[in-house]
Structures are given as C-alpha cells and as structure tokens.
C-alpha cells in the first residue's frame, strides 16, 4: 500500500508533462490534486490495487478538456419534428445571420434616438415592422411567450378576474401551465364552461364588476374531437368591447402565412378584427428567434411599458435584431429565408429525392441494411399536432445491432433519430444536404464497431 503510494506522481512533475503543454495549469491544478486525492483515498481503502501513470494522464486529460470545452454541439436532427423544442427550435437562415452579424460588432441606435440625441426605445424596431404587417397600434417584445403571458396578466389581472375557457387550461412542454402562471400573475382564475365545450354566453354570463380580460389559449399541443366547442376568438373580442374589458388571445404557435394549413389561426387574419391583446412565441411557427411578442391597442401597450417587470423579461439586441430581420423577410415576402417555413413546405417528392441520394451514399456500408420509406413528418413546438406531413426517409438496421442501441450510437455521433416498428429511420425533411457525410461517417464507424464484436 506504502509502495503504491510512492508510485503516485508529484502535482509539479504533472503540471510540466508535454502531454498538458496546451493547458492552463490554474485550471489543471486542482484537477490534478482532486485526482491525486481520490487515488489515494482508493489505495487507503484497498480498493485501488494497481496504478498505470499513462491511463492517469489520459484521464486527467479527457477531465481537463471536458471542464473547457463547449458541451453544446451541433445535432442532425433526422426525427422529422421541426420544430424541436429540446433541439433548439427554429434555426436561422444564414441571409437572416448575414443581415444580424455586422450590426452586432458595431454599437447602434438599439436605443438611442438619433434626431433628438438622446435616449430612445429599444422596441420602436420592431414595432413599426409589426405595425405594418399586422394593422396593430403597437407592440413589445418580451424573452418568451411565457414571459409575454406573465406580463400581460400581472399587468391587467392582478387581484382582478380573468376568464377562461376550461377547455383551454393548457399545459405546454417545459412545465408552462396557465393555472401556475395565473396564480403566479395574482390573477384570479375564473374558469367557465366544461372541458369539450364552452359558449359565448358562458363567458357573458361570468363577466362580473371584478372581471378585467377575457382570455384565450391556443389549444397548441394537442386537438379535441368529437362533441367539442369553443368560442372563436373574434367573437371574445366584440363582447370585450361591448362589456369595456380587455380581450387577449395567447397564441403561442404564432403561424404568420406560408404554410398550406387551415389548422393553425392565422395572426394576420386574427389582427384583422383588432384583438386588444394577442401574444406569440418567436421561434415557433414563426420561424424567428426565442421571443415573446405582443400585439395589441396602443393604450394597453404602455400599461405594459410601465410595468417594472417588463425590465427583467428585456430582450437584447441579437433578438432584437434577429426578428426585425425575421419581418423584413415576412413584409418583403422572402419566406425562403426562414428555414422553418421552408423545411415545412419541403414536398413528400422533393424529400423523396433527398433519400434517394443518401441512400446511394451509403449503400456501399459494409452490413448496412437500408430501405427508403415513405414517413409523416410533424411540425412540432406545441404546433399542428395532428397534421401529418408527408415525408421520405431511410430504415436502417445492421445485422448485429439491435434498434435502440443503433439510436445510441448515432445519437453518441450527433445524429438524432427515431426508433419505428424496430427500425432506426431517419426522416430527411430536417436534414441538410452538407450533412450527409457526418452521416455517412457514422454508420461506416458503427460499421466496423459492430463488426468487430
Ligand atoms: C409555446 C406556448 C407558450 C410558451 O411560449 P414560449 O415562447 O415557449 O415561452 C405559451 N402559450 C402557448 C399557447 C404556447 O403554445
């Protein structure tokens, strides 16, 4: 135990090893003695018998690199979900990082008045673009969705009533309830008719002196059939207005146009009718950044404006940035530039192509199995959760492995997949064509791994 004690080397021999030339030994350091110390606390307790100094610095190494490295890498996304909350949602085009880039190595005007050289509002940007596409008085932008929620009801509902559908108590991905943020708010939660139906006399019937704001909730993640009701949003807002309380839709989903779909309201056809309030997330169907952004009467926006929350929910400049570019695209009509809409709109035919030159790429991959097959892609992010969209993609399968540990081992390679009636397949309607050869590169590595065994 002495003997192997002695064995262990000393913090300075380490710290000069070739091998940690690259390193930044205040960081190294301690490393080293935590190592050091856990060895021998093993040797102590016997449950160390043996110590190999190349394995050690290996190890300290792999430790060293996996404190300084960036842990956040970049995924094929071959599930076919588009919108991918856990993969980070909408992707930006590189037209949109083109516009955004060299603004951000500059200082701007973000909020700086120009004329008058003095201060200025940072949401003025975005308000005259959402002005002119949607016909509204004015607009903010908060971080997200959730945060436009938040505000909005502690700004209007605190200690007062808000009233809502109980078919529309939502729960969204990432622990967002309307209940929670309701109460969170201080709102009072008024809850009118049942869980499929509810009727606008439902709501007139609830409206007492107390009551403040009707609110609605985009059913985003899931559908109701059968013997179902709702109350269209249009017809909230002209009985807000007859009673003199305020009307707010939470849309989340956000769909702007683009998409062949009448499943999703439209938030051009819904400012049509002049909603006091209407809120949606960035990098949903609108294919921007993370961001929350309401729409609304001008009245009502600088009561948000005088909201001290408003400052810690605050945007910066990137997302400034990148939803002004992101309406520019709109207003400009460019939808190309917003890849969430593009890949959306990718035909069944086209992704089929897409197939078909992956599978020739690999075919050639010793063991590997693989057929094209037609798939349903899905929008995804609490968005049109029964619409299928056509799509193409590869079963893949080697003789040796079983499915869910061939998804682990792409997944390991950066490439998520889905696991279908005991196939790995992979939708292409996400997937770019640069990155087939990551692709390529991991099955021939699978390849020979699996071989070998
Ligand atoms: C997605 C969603 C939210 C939350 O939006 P984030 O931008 O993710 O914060 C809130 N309400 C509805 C109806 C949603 O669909």
Redesign the pocket.
């Known amino acids: 135990m002495k003997e192997l004690l002695q064995t262990l080397p000393k913090v300075d021999e380490l710290l000069r090893d070739p091998l940690f030339s690259h390193t930044q030994s205040k960081i190294l350091k301690p490393l080293i003695q935590k190592s050091l110390q856990n060895l021998r606390e093993q040797i102590l307790s016997k449950t160390l018998t043996s110590f190999s100094l190349d394995k050690f610095k290996q190890e300290l190494l792999s430790i060293y690199e996996k404190n300084t490295q960036s842990t956040i890498k970049p995924l094929v996304n071959a599930t076919g979900v588009v919108l991918q909350t856990n993969l980070g949602r909408s992707l930006f085009s590189k037209e949109i990082l083109d516009e955004v880039f060299p603004l951000l190595m500059h200082y701007n005007n973000l909020e700086y008045d120009i004329k008058e050289g003095k201060r200025g509002e940072r949401y003025t940007h975005i308000k005259h673009l959402l002005c002119t596409l949607l016909g509204c008085e004015d607009a903010i932008v908060v971080n ?4 436009a ?1 938040l505000l909005i009801l502690s700004t209007f509902g605190k200690d007062k009533e808000v009233i809502i559908s109980r078919g529309e108590l ?1 729960e ?1 991905g ?1 622990a ?1 309830r309307i209940p929670e943020v309701m109460k969170l708010s201080g709102s009072k939660l008024v809850e009118v008719g049942t869980t499929n139906k509810t009727h606008l006399s439902d709501y007139e019937e609830a409206i007492s002196e107390e009551t403040s704001m009707i609110m609605k ?2 059913q ?2 899931f559908k109701q059939i059968g013997f179902t009701s709702s109350v269209e949003f249009s017809a909230l807002t002209a009985l807000a207005k007859k009673r003199g309380i305020i009307d707010y839709y ?4 956000g769909y702007m146009q683009g998409l062949q779909t009448n499943e999703e309201p439209s938030i051009l056809e819904l400012c049509k009718a002049s909603p006091s309030l209407l809120s949606f ?4 169907l609108f294919g921007g950044p ?1 961001a ?1 952004v309401i729409v609304g009467r001008a009245e009502l926006i600088a009561k948000l404006k005088k909201n001290h929350l408003l400052r810690a929910l605050r945007v910066d400049k990137f997302t400034t940035l990148a939803l002004e570019a992101t309406l520019r695209a709109y207003l400009n009509n460019e939808l190309e530039k917003i890849p969430t809409l593009k890949m959306l709109n990718l035909t069944s035919e086209e992704i089929l192509q897409k197939a078909k030159d992956l599978h020739a790429l690999i075919q050639s991959i010793p063991n590997l199995e693989c057929q094209i097959i037609a798939l349903d892609s899905l929008a995804g ?2 968005s049109l959760p029964q619409t299928p969209f056509k799509s193409h993609g590869l079963s893949i399968h080697f003789p040796t492995l079983k499915a869910s540990n061939l998804e682990k081992a792409l997944r390991e390679r950066g490439i998520i997949t889905r696991i279908n009636q005991e196939r790995v397949c992979l939708d292409l309607r996400c997937i770019d064509q640069s990155e087939y050869t990551q692709i390529y590169n991991a099955l021939q590595q699978i390849s020979e791994v699996s071989n070998a065994k």
Do not use: E, P, R, Y
């Open positions: 997200n969705n959730a945060s929620v939502v969204i990432g967002f909730a985009h985003s993640n939470d849309l989340g989903s997330s960035g990098d949903k993370q929350g992010g609490g």
